[in-house]
């Protein structure tokens, strides 16, 4: 009785409001199947159950980590039966709370490549934000596009989707729902961040083409379920309620809403581009 009666509270407390900070409280909920929400206001972070153990994809700053241990209880779950860390891309806002969740949890941290150095350095080598430090994570294990990590049952996808970062992550999964296959996609990041240098950029010298990569792959998946590492890639708010008030589709279905966003989003790149081009002759 204790349990359930602190469990309920917890997501209540969750529940009651919605901060205005990115990194402020979000209820927890499920989206479908073994894929849960465990994220802040916009810092987007996802609980993936097995029978096995579970997958954390994402944790935050380093302060997001006592929020995300508060709505996997909230969800009946269990911090210490996290057995694997991932990430989207190493950018602080991501990443800087993976070396607290790995010591909370012991889990083994999984980083695609030319992501690792950035994390288990924290924050050191990373394009752009070269002020920006985060505590030191070791990487157990480093991964190659289409690499498939399992637990339990369920297997992810890891695709490579760079330019973000060197190893930004687009994370795939199919899952079973209500006897449907359904492919789940959480989008890495396919965003040109103001001061990004697409031409003539010394120190990422390839990052015009890692986003051309980065389109073309996004553009080949089957999406059905839409996430992303922020909430506003893929609309949160406003799903999360419709799915509040019982929709009887899931809201979290959106391929075309997938389509849309990175077709806006090669439009962006593809108009830095010309832009930065033409600046430079």
């Not at 469990?7 to 479908?32: E, N, Q």
Request: charged share 20%; hydrophobic share 35%.
């Amino acid at each position: 009785m204790q349990i359930s009666f602190t469990r309920s509270l917890l997501l209540l407390l969750l529940t009651l409001t919605i901060p205005a900070r990115a990194d402020g409280p979000f209820p927890p909920h499920k989206v479908v199947a073994n894929v849960y929400y465990v994220g802040s206001n916009d810092l987007a972070i996802y609980l993936v159950t097995t029978p096995k153990g579970h997958m954390l994809i994402n944790t935050g700053f380093a302060e997001t980590v006592p929020l995300i241990r508060a709505s996997v209880q909230a969800l009946g779950f269990k911090m210490s039966d996290i057995k694997i860390i991932l990430a989207s891309h190493a950018h602080s806002d991501h990443v800087a709370g993976h070396a607290r969740a790995r010591e909370l949890t012991g889990a083994k941290v999984y980083v695609m490549t030319g992501d690792e150095k950035v994390i288990s350095q924290g924050g050191k080598g990373q394009y752009l934000y070269t002020d920006s430090r985060w505590t030191p994570c070791p990487v157990d294990k480093i991964l190659k596009d289409g690499q498939k990590v399992k637990l339990g049952g369920t297997t992810l996808i890891a695709r490579r989707t760079p330019g973000h970062t060197r190893g930004c992550t687009t994370w795939v999964t199919t899952v079973k729902d209500k006897g449907t296959s359904r492919q789940v996609v959480v989008v890495g990041s396919p965003n040109v961040n103001p001061g990004f240098q697409l031409v003539k950029n010394t120190s990422y010298p390839e990052i015009a083409g890692d986003f051309a990569t980065t389109f073309r792959i996004l553009k080949s998946l089957k999406c059905d379920y839409f996430l992303g590492a922020h909430g506003n890639y893929y609309g949160m708010h406003a799903k999360y309620e419709q799915f509040k008030k019982g929709a009887k589709t899931s809201p979290f279905i959106d391929p075309a809403g997938y389509r849309n966003y990175i077709e806006l989003k090669e439009k962006a790149y593809i108009e830095k581009l010309a832009a930065q081009k033409k600046a430079a002759r």
